[in-house]
């Protein structure tokens, strides 16, 4: 089996507030092969993009690592000196961000934006930095771009702002890639587009990517594994097409009712009732227990360890005598 | 851009419109112009010669019209209590009065941008403290409490800088300076500090906070993902995204530099338009007050104007919008 | 049975009297107030000079203003504690033998009626118009901004200066001792509207298009009404924000107008007044004729803008 290119082992985020410490993210593990795309998804305020920010160093004050390591290659991160961490970003983990109108400096052309990323990570001289712009422009699907290199972001539209901004998060070639909601703020035409320009250009790159999105559909035709969290918490990660086909945790299965579907009608799309808890009233036990459907006594007292049943692996009671 | 211009320079008229009908009014209905201009044992008749001969006995829009066309030129007459033309009086006294201005807010950018960018990027350190507590005494210090605490230190204490006047000037045709001799820059000192410490401490506080502000957005934290350098960051993309409110601000405060100038140039005695007009207030000489006013107006214009052209020059989006309205 | 459902109401009256203070203590804002000790501070001197300039006739050891209380004899007497000072005089006298403690005090109340008279006047102007300018709309509005746009590429104290010089030269004579202080709080008041308006014009605009103005306008209520009952509340935030920085500057444009000579009365002296006066003797070394009232000054304007800002940034928190 492969080494794994990065491994987050019980990560744990928290914000210290004034009515206390709010645990945001919680204990939470997962490895990610090179060339992979692992899709996290869940409600906003799960920790999804905490997670892709603290693997990038990029958490925002007062937020902060807590316990647990993320090792990129066997090199820890969490810990790394801010000026090491800085060589790291843009040129080993690249990151997308939701929206593509307010990612890109409005008072620069895209040109310099890419060329002044560019030579930070490489020895390149100003002229082969643009040729390597341009022809990165060209693979994003940018028409003309040799021309539109001149060109203010204002002057593109959203889909367009979107591929620049993944022109940018690859242009050095990065071994992995964290895209936070890359689609969200675009249109559902666009979207499309957008997410398979990302899985091609990942696949020839051999560029691993995290694909951070609340938008199931998008994960089960792109990620190969997803993670599903709630609340902080992972609850259950698995392979794409062992996860949609049959989901274990209580909430997965939730997740994936609520999918619409093309090829074989249901009578109607389910929904998970009630809301994600606050951080700062996460219920004892199971943090999912208030709205599960399968809640039993015990999960009302005593939280679950993710277990490997097989198939995948995931945090609920049910399955605890299934534990491989 | 050149339709963009025009609109400012038309909308710089009407302002220059409201302050010469506020100076024409002025100059018409406070007071008697013809009672201030003459001694007590004139006769009624002499008076009423004069009131012709000033044109004061025409109709009002004519008297407008009249006034409007001698302020283009910068004719307000004869001053009632220097007796002088006062042209020539603001001839004078407009280069003491700008050379100190300039100064000031020279001091101000270069010593205000820095302090502000830094206290923007470290907002925690403990000199930022210090920098926001500065600005927290010079904004909530009178200008004229500064100056009298600088004399008080400076000069009357220390005896190091002279308490007032210009010291020597040279003169360069009717141009006077004081920067290149010894004595004039010593007594340049104290007056620009004074002068400049207030908006020092807006620009810094200005500054300051749109850093915050950027350092927030999206396009920020993007540059830091992709591994930008601390000092690309900081100086490339976030001071020039602070720069169209900084220019805002700045451009404005310059011009009340000109206006502080007022409390400055009396507290050290400086012979610039300030005192000049501070003096007329105190003796009702409105010919003065009036001219004073029409060219203070005329500076603030003149900055707004290079304001939004600086605008234009700084933000690529504005281009395009105002393209659009003129394509259309 | 009416009686008892009166009572009732009391209590509940009370009862959320005691929520709501309760909800304060309780709330972001006074958490904010509590963990700033500057603020704390600022807020004591304030009341402190607040307390001391109101209270002035009953802690000044001295009425300056009475001719018959002074004495020759005692001007130029040094602060107590330096050599050739007077117990009497705490902080020592000035030329014409006032105590400066009590010419401070009453300073300060001079200072701070004509501070606070000015924001009052500016205020009710400012909202009036500000309101008018973004209820109405129209031609009312283009005029009313129009001229708030003029004025405001002016700086406020030029303003001030020039109203108060031209007003003063239109008063008779006669008149000037009682008007002044009028004159002068109109001008500083005129100086600041513009801020008031702008703010609430913009926030009215927003507000008169919300459900519950729409619904208020369909049941009949009069617009006057509209604007003073529904609208002013929900944009009373700002304008307490900017009111309290407005008092500050007012106290500071006042002092300067005074030092200039075109403020007070020297016989109802300000503290600009005070500080005017002193500047004098500051050659001759009599330092403290000027200094006590203008660290007096300095402290009062720097306590009113800490609480400014303490404000802005407790009830605006996204500009933290």
């Given at each position: ?94 990151m997308i961000f939701q929206d593509p109108l307010t990612s890109l400096n409005p008072?620069?052309?895209i040109?310099?934006q ?39 972001p204002?002057?593109f539209?959203g889909?367009?702002r979107q591929r620049v901004v993944i022109?940018l998060a ?10 936070d909601e890359p689609?969200?703020a ?139 | ?216 957005t999206d396009y920020i934290k993007f540059a830091r993902a992709r ?102 | ?320």
């Open positions: 089996m492969n080494k794994p290119l990065l491994s987050v082992e019980n990560l744990r985020i928290e914000f210290p507030t004034r009515r206390g410490t709010l645990v945001a993210v919680d204990d939470i593990s997962f490895t990610i092969d090179p060339g992979e795309i692992l899709g996290v998804v869940g409600e906003s305020g799960a920790g999804k993009s905490l997670t892709g920010q603290s693997i990038i160093g990029l958490l925002e004050p007062p937020g902060r690592i807590a316990s647990g390591s993320i090792k990129l290659n066997d090199r820890r991160l969490d810990n790394l000196p801010y000026a090491q961490m800085k060589k790291i970003r843009g040129k080993e983990i690249g008072l620069y052309t040109g310099r890419l060329t002044e990323t560019i030579q930070t990570h490489t020895d390149m001289t100003g002229k082969q930095a643009k040729k390597h712009a341009i022809s990165l422009l060209e693979e994003v699907g940018i028409p003309a771009a040799a021309k539109r290199i001149d060109h203010y204002y002057q539209s889909g367009m022109a690859l242009c050095v070639n990065p071994k992995l890639i964290i895209a689609t969200t675009l249109d559902v035409s666009i979207q499309a587009q957008i997410i398979t320009l990302l899985k091609k250009l990942c696949a020839d790159h051999g560029t691993a990517v995290i694909l951070i999105t609340h938008d199931m559909g998008v994960i089960a035709e792109t990620a190969d594994r997803v993670a599903v969290m709630y609340a902080g918490r992972l609850v259950e990660i698995g392979k794409v097409r062992q996860v949609v086909k049959e989901a274990t945790h209580p909430y997965t299965k939730g997740l994936m009712s609520a999918i619409p579907s093309l090829t074989h009608r249901m009578e109607e799309l389910t929904q998970i009732d009630g809301t994600m808890p606050r951080l700062s009233d996460i219920p004892k036990g199971c943090s999912f227990h208030p709205r599960c459907p399968e809640c039993m006594d015990v999960c009302k007292e005593k939280q679950p360890e993710l277990i490997d049943i097989g198939p995948t692996q995931v945090a609920c009671w049910s399955y605890h005598d299934r534990q491989i | 851009m050149l339709a963009f211009i025009i609109r400012r320079l038309l909308q710089s008229m009407i302002v220059m419109f409201f302050v010469a009908m506020v100076a024409f009014l002025m100059f018409n209905y406070v007071g008697d112009p013809v009672h201030q201009m003459v001694g007590i044992d004139t006769s009624f008749k002499d008076r009423e010669v004069l009131r012709e001969s000033l044109g004061l006995n025409d109709p009002v829009p004519l008297q407008f019209v009249r006034f409007i066309t001698n302020a283009a030129k910068f004719e307000f007459g004869i001053s009632y209590q220097h007796k002088r033309s006062v042209t020539g009086l603001f001839k004078e006294r407009l280069p003491a009065t700008l050379e100190l201005s300039f100064v000031a807010a020279f001091l101000s950018l270069v010593v205000g941008v820095p302090m502000g960018v830094y206290a923007g990027i470290k907002p925690d350190g403990w000199l930022s403290k210090i920098f926001m507590t500065f600005s927290l005494v010079g904004v909530s210090l009178p200008t004229f409490l500064i100056g009298i605490l600088l004399i008080y230190i400076f000069a009357v204490t220390l005896g190091w800088l002279p308490s007032y006047g210009r010291g020597d000037v040279v003169n360069w045709g009717w141009w006077s300076t004081g920067i290149t001799t010894w004595s004039g820059l010593k007594a340049l000192i104290m007056p620009a500090i004074t002068l400049g410490l207030f908006q020092l401490t807006l620009i810094m506080r200005l500054v300051r906070s749109e850093m915050l502000e950027v350092l927030r591994g930008l350098s601390d000092r690309a960051i900081y100086f490339g993309h976030a001071l020039k995204n602070t720069l169209v409110p900084v220019i805002t601000i700045t451009g404005l405060q310059i011009g009340s530099i000109i206006a502080f100038a007022i409390i400055t140039e009396t507290v050290f005695q400086w012979p610039g338009m300030g005192l000049l007009f501070l003096q007329a207030i105190h003796n009702v000489d409105i010919p003065i007050m009036a001219a004073y006013l029409m060219l203070v107006a005329f500076f603030f214009v003149v900055i707004n104007l290079i304001v939004d052209i600086l605008y234009y020059v700084v933000d690529p989006r504005l281009r395009l919008d105002l393209g659009k309205a003129n394509g259309a | 049975m009416k009686k008892s459902s009166q009572s009732m109401l009391d209590t509940n009256k009370t009862n959320r009297f005691i929520g709501a203070l309760k909800r304060f203590f309780d709330g972001d804002i006074f958490y904010s107030y509590r963990r700033s000790p500057v603020t704390i501070i600022a807020s004591i001197l304030t009341i402190l000079i607040l307390v001391s300039a109101v209270g002035a006739p009953l802690i000044a050891p001295q009425n300056p203003f009475d001719m018959g209380s002074l004495d020759l004899m005692d001007s130029h007497i040094p602060p107590a504690w330096e050599e050739g000072g007077d117990d009497r005089f705490l902080l020592g006298t000035d030329d014409q033998g006032r105590d400066l403690l009590s010419t401070i005090l009453y300073g300060s109340r001079i200072s701070l009626l004509v501070g606070f008279s000015s924001v009052v006047f500016a205020l009710i102007l400012g909202v009036g118009l500000g309101l008018l300018s973004g209820y109405v709309g129209g031609t009312l509005d283009a005029v009313i901004m129009r001229i708030a746009e003029v004025q405001i590429s002016f700086p406020a104290i030029l303003i001030a200066l020039l109203v108060d010089g031209v007003l003063r030269t239109m008063i008779p004579e006669a008149d000037t001792e009682h008007l002044a202080i009028s004159v002068l709080i109109f001008s500083i008041g005129i100086s600041g509207w513009v801020q008031y308006a702008r703010t609430v014009r913009s926030s009215t605009m927003v507000e008169k298009n919300k459900e519950y103005v729409l619904a208020a306008r369909v049941i009949g209520i009069r617009p006057g009404l509209i604007m003073l009952r529904h609208i002013l509340p929900n944009v009373m935030g700002p304008v307490l924000v900017i009111g309290t920085i407005h008092l500050a500057v007012a106290i500071v444009t006042e002092a300067t107008l005074s030092f200039l000579g075109v403020g007070v009365p020297v016989t109802q002296p300000s503290l600009g007044t005070l500080i005017r006066i002193g500047n004098d003797f500051l050659f001759s070394g009599e330092w403290w004729i000027t200094i006590f009232p203008a660290i007096t000054l300095a402290v009062l304007v720097l306590s009113v803008n800490l609480l400014g800002d303490w404000l802005r940034d407790a009830l605006n928190p996204k500009l933290r």
